[in-house]
Nanobody, 121 residues
Framework: QVQLVESGGGLVQAGDSLRLSCTTS????????MGWYRQTPGKERELVAT???????NYADSAKGRFTISRDNAKNTVYLQMNSLKPEDTAVYYC???????????????WGQGTQVTVSS
C-alpha cells in the first residue's frame, strides 16, 4: 500500500516563504516521478512542479524563479520551497508520486491528502 504524508502548509503573508514536504511509504523501490500540484475551489488541479529520480525538474510558469522542488531519494521525500509567496498562490497543495510502469501495480500514481497554503496580502 502506497501512502503519502504531507506537511508544511500554513498561513503566511505576501513575500514570506514556506517549505512543503511529502514522504511516500510503501513500494518505494518503484517510485519514479514526484511532484506538487495545487487546487483552488472551482478550478482544476494544476501542476506546480515535478522532479524525476535523476533530479530533472519541470515547473509551471507561475512557479519559475520563486519555487524550488527537490527530493531526497533515500528518504522518499519530495520538498517544495516556496519563496516570495503571493496571494494568488493560495491553494490546497497536493503531492503526487508516480510509480515506474515496470513495477506491477493496480495504479501508477498516488496523491497526498493535501495541505492548505494561505497567503494574505
Amino acid at each position: 500500500q502506497v501512502q503519502l504524508v504531507e506537511s508544511g502548509g500554513g498561513l503566511v503573508q505576501a513575500g514570506d516563504s514556506l517549505r512543503l514536504s511529502c514522504t511516500t511509504s510503501g513500494r518505494t523501490y518503484c517510485i519514479s516521478v514526484m511532484g506538487w500540484y495545487r487546487q483552488t475551489p472551482g478550478k482544476e488541479r494544476e501542476l506546480v512542479a515535478t522532479i524525476t529520480t535523476g533530479g530533472s525538474t519541470n515547473y509551471a510558469d507561475s512557479a519559475k524563479g520563486r519555487f524550488t522542488i527537490s527530493r531526497d531519494n533515500a528518504k522518499n521525500t519530495v520538498y517544495l520551497q516556496m519563496n516570495s509567496l503571493k496571494p494568488e498562490d493560495t491553494a490546497v497543495y497536493y503531492c503526487k508520486t508516480v510509480l515506474n510502469t515496470r513495477c506491477p501495480s493496480p495504479t501508477y500514481y498516488y496523491w497526498g491528502q493535501g495541505t492548505q497554503v494561505t497567503v494574505s496580502s
